[in-house]
């Protein structure tokens, strides 16, 4: 006969003699128990550990992504660390759900109207002429203001940026669309690299310095994150830190400045001259003409966040054929009425650059020769604040600058 125990006996009885302390099943008269003793309260200790060590190294990491430099908003931490540790679905359906019950309203009329861009100053002959007036959405009368080109950077040598404020489409005709226009013969394009898009170490800083502070007119956020969902490479420095794709829509500027935007290995290429290459999605706007799969194109296109078609804060970038840029940011954009306002400002090729409010941002200043110019934001309700580039950034972005500090203003 068994004991609870077990018998030293031979063979297969002292097996099942060893085995019997984990099972209910009768071996003789002897054991009752499936598991060991208190077995739960092992099996509790051991989730119970696994799940504070996930959760002190999972705290670490919220903490650290929140307490980084720079001045990035809670919601987009958060949003950045969801996605680098795997929660893109999620981050990206709650994303949805939020744009579900928060859709821009319908018509309406802009609050005071159309303001005219703080900060505007006189014109002063030189340099390209001011563009024609940027047409309002096709379907609505435009208001007083609208689509008129301001002067917002003038220099002894002509109007380096000017901007001008449009309503996005007939039915959000409560919101407004900021639109800067540069000058490229006075002012020369700049990528900074992020802190962690895309990381590294490299010759431009991941802020507006203060020696560019001095020169500095316009900047503005780069594209969507390089971890996969700009569907593109970076170039900087000689090396490529993502390999660039042939096709996908890109931003390159030139070792004097100069900023051209293009299908990579289609209108544009590697070179001896190309300093930096940002690319993203695929063009928006080619030969003048909007993509025709901006209401239908998947993520591939447009990217995997909300979708091409949610009227959601976006920002987009082009080339006109004088060589002039221009740089479109606002709220209640689709991907296709995006592209139409590049092409209403004559842009010939353009490209969507970051989206989401938490993202999109246009500042312009009034540089002075000193580091903390004025500075001035581009459309109203904007996020992100005048001052965000002037301090360290997780994600890249681009700066222009005055090719010659003007002596007096």
Known sequence: ???????????????????????????????????????????????????VV?????????????????????????????????????????????????????????PGGIPRPPGAEAEHPGGQPAPPPLRPPVGVSPLPGEGQWQPVVSTPRGVAVRATTVRPDAEHTSFLVGVLWMDPTLVGGVLHPGTVDPGGHWSIPPKIDATE???????????????????????????????????????????????????????????????????????????????????????????????????ISRSAFGVTPTGAMVYVGGPALSVCTLGELLRSAGVVRGMELDINPAWVSGVYFHPNGRPQPPAFELFPDQQIGTQHYLQVSSRDFFSFDLRSVPENR
């Open 54 to 110: 996930v959760g002190l190294m999972a705290a670490q990491s919220i903490v650290e992504a929140l307490t980084r430099p720079g001045s990035d908003p809670v919601a987009a931490r958060l949003a950045e660390w969801g996605r680098d540790h795997g929660l893109g679905p999620l981050v990206t359906a709650l994303e949805a759900g939020q744009y579900e019950v928060n859709k821009p309203r319908i018509g309406g009329a802009p």
């Open 1 to 51: 006969m068994l004991s609870r125990r077990g018998d030293r006996v031979p063979g297969l009885l002292s097996a099942l003699a060893s085995a019997c302390r984990y099972c209910w099943v009768d071996v003789g008269r002897g054991c009752r128990r499936w598991w060991p003793r208190r077995w739960w309260l092992r099996a509790l200790s051991v989730v119970g550990v696994a799940v």
């Open 213 to 311: 502070q001095r020169s500095v007119v316009t900047a503005f956020s780069a594209g969507f994150r390089l971890q996969g969902d700009s569907h593109g490479g970076w170039y900087q420095d000689g090396r490529q830190l993502r390999p660039l794709v042939p096709g996908a829509a890109s931003m390159v500027i030139d070792t004097d400045g100069r900023v051209d935007v293009g299908a990579w290995g289609g209108e544009i290429g590697m070179g001896p001259q190309v300093a930096a290459v940002r690319q993203n999605l695929v063009p928006l706007v080619d030969n003048g003409v909007v993509n025709p799969t901006c209401a239908t194109g998947g993520t591939r296109q447009w990217g995997s966040t909300v979708g091409q078609a949610a009227f």
